[in-house]
Nanobody, 119 residues
Framework: QEQLVESGGGLVQAGDSLRLSCAAS????????IGWYRQAPEKEREFLAA????????YYDESVKGRFTISRDVAKDTVYLQMNNLKPEDTAVYYC????????????WGQGTQVTVSS
């Protein structure tokens, strides 16, 4: 099955850091742009960050700019989201997605990984 697999979520305290991973499974996503999104309970899914297929271009939502960093290891076909200085409002299910361009990131989705930040 062609899919993206997220990992790295967990329960942390405010101020801690986490690194989420988004790995390819069943096919390669090396030529795809990858995005990270999150969805908190009773809220809509929101865009966080994206990286081009080469890793040379990145975009961030203003809400996480300076705290979150997206990167990719092309050789490992894996994209990371480094999250620093986590806050309780960062609690959500985090998803990665893939698309043929950085403007079209919703062709493939992972199953999500839970991040819970306690105060």
């Amino acid at each position: 099955q062609e899919q993206l697999v997220e990992s790295g979520g967990g329960l942390v305290q405010a101020g801690d850091s986490l690194r989420l991973s988004c790995a390819a499974s069943g096919r390669t996503f090396k030529n795809y742009a990858i995005g990270w999104y999150r969805q908190a309970p009773e809220k809509e899914r929101e865009f966080l960050a994206a990286v081009s297929w080469s890793g040379g271009t990145t975009y961030y939502d203003e809400s996480v700019k300076g705290r979150f960093t997206i990167s990719r290891d092309v050789a490992k076909d894996t994209v990371y989201l480094q999250m620093n200085n986590l806050k309780p409002e960062d609690t959500a299910v985090y998803y990665c997605s893939a698309g043929s361009t950085i403007a079209q990131l919703e062709e493939y989705w992972g199953q999500g990984t839970q991040v819970t930040v306690s105060s």
